[in-house]
């Protein structure tokens, strides 16, 4: 009789991609070594991108010595971005000189979600050697990426004028001072999210980035997913408004100035 591990294994070639979706969820709460391989196969071959989403998240589950290399080529290479953005949030949970390098090589993405999701991995790590990069990325197409950038820049302690005037710039448009004051409910709303890599990365998807329906719904059940996997954390500070952004890098300059 096959144990849930087989059953699930063999689920992963199912004909219908919902259910092959559930088996590559299902597996990763298991952390039995028997699903590394079929979730590896499944991320490198099935054509459903819902199902390579959930096979790397649950190959974040084991130790990236198993997993590494091909979560890294998908990082880079798969063509549906909601793979490369969620594989930047595992490589930074795996950690390593090589999910650090992914993390970097994720701010050059063709995408903005995936810059996006890069970024707020580096503003979590608290890693100056990387400022540099992200002041190239101020002129980011995207102003959610901006503000992102700006905020990281600040964490790092590495703000100055021209952080200043790219979110003058920002604020200058409605609709950004907009979208941001949805980030900030959004948070709110969502304050009792889980353990950040996975939680941080999606709630940008489905925040400050404009996502079409099925995107948004696979993102939130991957969402749903990793609330499940992980524990409760201590609430962290809300996210600033832009106006409080703007606020918080010209005092931070004028400190920087009088030192």
Same mark, same amino acid.
């Given at each position: 009789?096959?144990?849930?591990?087989?059953? %699930?294994?063999?689920?992963? /070639? +199912? !004909?219908?991609?919902? *259910? #092959?979706?559930? @088996?590559?969820?299902? $597996? &990763?709460?298991? =952390?039995?070594?028997?699903?590394?391989?079929?979730? %590896?196969?499944?991320?490198? /071959? +099935? !054509?459903?991108?819902? *199902? #390579?989403?959930? @096979?790397?998240?649950? $190959? &974040?589950?084991? =130790?990236?010595?198993?997993?590494?290399?091909?979560? %890294?080529?998908?990082?880079?290479? +798969? !063509?549906?971005?909601? *793979? #490369?953005?969620?594989?930047?949030?595992?490589?930074?949970?795996?950690?390593?000189?090589?999910?650090?390098?992914?993390?970097?090589?994720?701010?050059?993405?063709?995408?903005?979600?995936?810059?996006?999701?890069?970024?707020?991995?580096?503003?979590?790590?608290?890693?100056?050697?990387?400022?540099?990069?992200?002041?190239?990325?101020?002129?980011?197409?995207?102003?959610?990426?901006?503000?992102?950038?700006?905020?990281?820049?600040?964490?790092?302690?590495?703000?100055?004028?021209?952080?200043?005037?790219?979110?003058?710039?920002?604020?200058?448009?409605?609709?950004?001072?907009?979208?941001?004051?949805?980030?900030?409910?959004?948070?709110?709303?969502?304050?009792?999210?889980?353990?950040?890599?996975?939680?941080?990365?999606?709630?940008?998807?489905?925040?400050?980035?404009?996502?079409?329906?099925?995107?948004?719904?696979?993102?939130?059940?991957?969402?749903?997913?990793?609330?499940?996997?992980?524990?409760?954390?201590?609430?962290?500070?809300?996210?600033?408004?832009?106006?409080?952004?703007?606020?918080?890098?010209?005092?931070?300059?004028?400190?920087?100035?009088?030192?």
């Amino acid at each position: 009789m096959q144990d849930k591990v087989e059953e %699930l294994i063999g689920q992963l /070639s +199912d !004909p219908d991609a919902e *259910v #092959r979706a559930t @088996a590559a969820r299902r $597996l &990763g709460g298991h =952390e039995d070594e028997r699903a590394v391989g079929p979730l %590896l196969d499944v991320l490198e /071959s +099935d !054509p459903s991108p819902k *199902v #390579r989403c959930f @096979a790397v998240l649950s $190959l &974040g589950d084991f =130790e990236w010595n198993k997993t590494g290399e091909i979560l %890294l080529r998908h990082l880079r290479e +798969d !063509p549906f971005e909601g *793979v #490369r953005w969620i594989s930047v949030t595992v490589a930074e949970r795996l950690g390593g000189a090589e999910g650090a390098r992914a993390v970097v090589d994720a701010l050059d993405d063709r995408h903005h979600m995936v810059r996006y999701a890069a970024v707020s991995a580096i503003k979590r790590r608290k890693d100056p050697i990387v400022a540099g990069k992200l002041f190239e990325m101020l002129d980011d197409d995207n102003s959610s990426v901006r503000i992102n950038v700006c905020e990281a820049l600040m964490e790092l302690g590495a703000a100055d004028d021209r952080v200043v005037q790219t979110l003058m710039e920002l604020s200058a448009y409605p609709d950004v001072v907009q979208a941001r004051d949805s980030v900030v409910g959004w948070h709110q709303a969502w304050k009792d999210m889980r353990r950040h890599p996975e939680s941080a990365g999606m709630i940008a998807f489905m925040q400050g980035i404009p996502v079409n329906e099925k995107g948004s719904g696979v993102a939130r059940e991957i969402l749903e997913e990793a609330r499940e996997k992980v524990g409760d954390v201590p609430d962290c500070e809300p996210p600033l408004t832009l106006p409080q952004m703007l606020e918080k890098a010209r005092r931070l300059v004028a400190d920087e100035g009088h030192d």
